[in-house]
């Protein structure tokens, strides 16, 4: 299934949404600091004269702390609440929590007191190093680079040796967009974020501050998010006990187990499968050459483990002669009309383009076809072809387009690009590292050359849909981190391209089964050491035993994905 992400700025039209509705904000912050008090018990046992320092920021993620405060002291817990603020600077609905739980008796003190070694005089017997920390300095709505005090305070948190470290809504210090520390973050054991997972939090490297994050409801109104459009995400969900989920980017933080990582998904073992190869799909792949000769053979072979009926390879003459012996099974295409020989595809006539084509449900165009002058007119020539099948377009034949980027006005909807960060900065005129800096904005920037369906690979891939939203993959898989790992995606893109459905659910369906392809080889490669073979060969059961993330098509069309929770808001 696919869930809903909410960018921040969604995350404020939902507030002002859900206020009109009648749930003003209060309440809001009082159904959040109530779900943020059930996952921290859940995940540190009774609360009963634990001691905890409850760190409140300026907005609304400090509102959430002082309720959470209150809800702690009626638990029997020992809190000491932090303001990082004057007192009199907090008004509206964090205002009005704060006085409450300062009736209430809860302790308090400022930022200034508390790192002057005074909160003693609010908190008498508080000791120096809290059984657990209360992150709530910064919320989602924090951009650019933290200031000097509350850096100060974040990197007081990660020196004290507190048994927990809990965030609320995100680590203070990282942005909820990218995932990035600014340039520090809070390093959390679990986050607690509100209502919908924010984009950042699901990113690979946030897991370093993030530690295990939890989805908790906080009541906001389906309607309320009529108005908004959403990125989305490849997400199995592991239901917690307060009816939220967790966040998972391994196999192991799901669950340590397959079953574990699949949960929450829909099955897709009850789909009629073709009895006739012609009828699950064709695939054409064209490239190789000869210094990559076996980029071209794992594309193929992985479009055959992924279900494929039939598979042809285009090819120069020896890459054709490796991949009769590499796979039996794959039909050859041969490039010159006249029977010529052909040794590079300078030798390639563009006139032949249509014959290449003829028969092909889906073409794979470009791993290791190299970079000789023969590439950018055959390329060309390929994607003119009138009437001509979907493509999947990767590797070199990616440079060819940045080589000659009039050939990006001939792609279509029902086409696929697979570029890597490089392939990617090419294409955009910017370096690798500047696309893995800002990779959201790098993939919407993808979206703007050519209305395709865009997969920017790397940890974390972000498939960016024509038209709609980012679909994001959090999932962190070390086994696949190895040269032709992207080829066996291309061909695994390809299968599902060719059996019909939009360009949209087979980019997704392949990002998800490539990764859980990864997973089933954690066992027999704990360590790494796998071969794309290897990733290739573990398709067939990924793909027998995976549950659906969630038709993109839906998406494409300009549906919404099913949600499991609805929407949440502004916290800054």
Known sequence: MLIEVPAPGEIAEWDREAALLGMPEQVLMENAARSATAVLRSAAGSLKGRSVLLLAGAGNNGGD??????????????????????????????????SVAETLGVPMCSSDE???????????????VPDIIVDGILGTGFRGAVREKELGIIRRVNAMAAGMVFAVDVP????????????????????????????????????YYTGRTVVAPIGIPR??????????????????????????????????????????????????????????????????????AGAPCLAAHAALRAGAGLVALAAPDTVQASARIFQPALTMRRLHPGGAAVRSWDDVL?????????????????????????????????????????????????????????????????????????????????????????????????????????????????IALPGGPAVISPWSVPQLAVAGSGDVLAGIAGAF??????????????????????????????????????????????????????????????GHAHCLQPADREHS
């Not at 959470?68 to 002291?73: N, P, Q, V, Y």
């Not at 508390?114 to 120096?128: H, I, N, T």
């Not at 995932?179 to 390093?187: L, S, W």
């Not at 980017?249 to 669950?255: P, W, Y």
Request: aromatic content about 4%; proline content about 7%.
């Open 65 to 98: 702390v002082f309720c959470m405060a209150r809800h702690l002291l009626e638990e029997g817990a020992s809190p000491l609440l932090v303001h990082t603020r004057g007192r009199d600077r907090y008004a509206g609905a964090a205002g009005l929590w704060l």
């Open 114 to 128: 508390w790192e002057a070694g005074l909160a003693g005089a609010s908190a008498e017997g508080f000791p120096e």
């Open 172 to 207: 203070s210090g990282l942005d909820a967009m990218s995932g990035r520390p600014c340039p520090e973050a809070v390093r959390a054991d679990v986050t607690v974020t509100f209502q919908a997972p924010k984009p950042g939090l699901l990113l690979p490297w946030a897991a």
């Open 223 to 292: 309607a309320a998010r009529k108005k908004a459009s959403f990125r989305t995400l490849v997400l199995p969900s592991q239901m917690t006990p307060e009816g939220g989920f967790v966040v998972a980017r391994t196999a192991s933080e799901a669950g340590g187990s397959m079953d574990a990582v699949r949960q929450g998904c829909s099955s897709t073992s009850g789909r009629s499968l073709p009895s006739h190869k012609g009828a699950a799909g064709r695939v054409l792949v064209v490239g190789g050459c000869e210094e990559y």
């Open 350 to 462: 563009s006139g032949c383009a249509a014959d290449i084509l003829r028969g092909a449900g889906c073409v794979v165009l470009g791993p290791g076809m190299g970079r000789g002058k023969g590439v950018i007119p055959l390329v060309e020539a390929l994607l003119s072809v009138k009437g001509r099948p979907p493509f999947v377009i990767d590797a070199d034949a990616l440079n060819a387009l940045a080589d000659a980027p009039s050939m990006l006005a001939l792609l279509r909807e029902d086409d696929i690009l697979t570029p890597h960060p490089g392939e990617a900065g090419r294409l955009l005129g910017i370096s690798a590292a500047e696309v893995q800096g800002g990779r959201f904005e790098a993939a919407a920037a993808l979206a703007g050359l050519a209305r395709a369906v865009w997969v920017l690979k790397g940890e974390g891939p972000l």
């Open 497 to 558: 391209l060719s059996s019909g459905g939009s360009a949209g659910d087979a980019a997704v369906r392949a990002v998800w089964t490539h990764a859980l392809a990864g997973m089933v080889l954690e066992n027999r490669f704990p360590r790494r050491g796998c071969t794309p073979l290897d990733i290739a060969d573990a398709v067939p059961e990924a793909v027998a035993s995976a549950e659906e993330p969630g038709d993109a098509g839906q998406v494409v069309s300009g």
